[in-house]
């Protein structure tokens, strides 16, 4: 199975701040990287797919890339919404696979 | 506006089956992959198992971890989505989601993500 690694696991931020979360996998997955926001509630819905395409109705200040390995999902300037988690999940090869999560939290 | 509601979580004994249902609704259910996924208390989230669509003769992918004892199935005329559940363990306690896929190749271009996901129902395995 591929091992997809995200760090931080947890980030305090403030509102208005640029963070940046990455997730590495334990082999290349040639772009095939997906991340999603789960709310506390438990509610699911995707953000970038294909490494980098926004999915419908998702804010511009969010932003992903990479390649290889190595890939990151960009938040330009934290909206109240916007602490939750946050996973990558990969789609190269079968079992699909997700990060570990980053907890987004207000500082 | 499309919907996915999973139902038939519980509490089930080790050992023990149980179905899970998933109604869809304002999509074309038939046209779209599906998929279940598992989310254990405080871990990130686990991919279990997909199902294609008629066009691609139903045919299905499973995680290891659940190979053998779950299965995957769909009803295109009721657009609902099932998961059987055999030889439960503790280990199986999770709530269970079911998922639509936005799926597009062109032969160069592939994306494959999981566009909506329904709220999710609990599983307990316990004694």
């Known amino acids: 199975d591929i091992q997809m690694t995200q760090t931080p696991s947890s980030m305090p931020a403030s509102l208005g701040e640029r963070v940046t979360i990455s997730c590495r996998a334990s082999?290349?997955?040639?772009?095939?990287l997906n991340w999603y926001q789960q709310k506390p509630d438990g509610t699911i819905k995707p953000l970038i797919y294909?490494?980098?395409n926004l999915q419908s109705g998702v804010p511009s200040r969010f932003s992903g890339s990479g390649s290889g390995t190595d890939y990151s999902l960009t938040i330009s300037s934290l909206e109240p919404e916007d602490f939750a988690m946050y996973y990558c999940q990969q789609y190269d090869s079968s079992p699909w696979t997700f990060g570990g999560g980053t907890k987004l939290e207000l500082k | 506006e499309v919907k996915l509601l999973e139902s038939g979580g519980g509490l089930v004994q080790p050992g023990g089956s149980l179905r899970l249902s998933c109604a869809a609704s304002?999509?074309?259910?038939?046209?779209?992959?599906m998929s279940w996924i598992r989310q254990s208390p405080g871990k990130a989230p686990e991919w279990l198992s997909f199902?294609?669509?008629?066009?691609?003769?139903?045919?299905?992918e499973y995680n290891p971890s659940v190979k053998g004892r779950f299965t995957i199935s769909r009803d295109d005329t009721q657009n609902v989505l099932y998961l059987q559940m055999n030889t439960l363990r503790a280990e199986d306690t999770a709530i269970y989601y079911c998922a639509k896929h936005d799926y597009y190749y062109d032969g160069t271009y592939y994306y494959d993500y999981f566009d909506y996901w329904g709220q999710g129902v609990m599983v307990t395995v316990s004694s």
């Open positions: 082999q290349g997955i040639s772009n095939y």
């Open positions: 304002g999509f074309t259910f038939a046209d779209f992959y």
């Open positions: 294909y490494t980098s």
């Open positions: 199902i294609r669509n008629k066009a691609n003769s139903y045919t299905t």
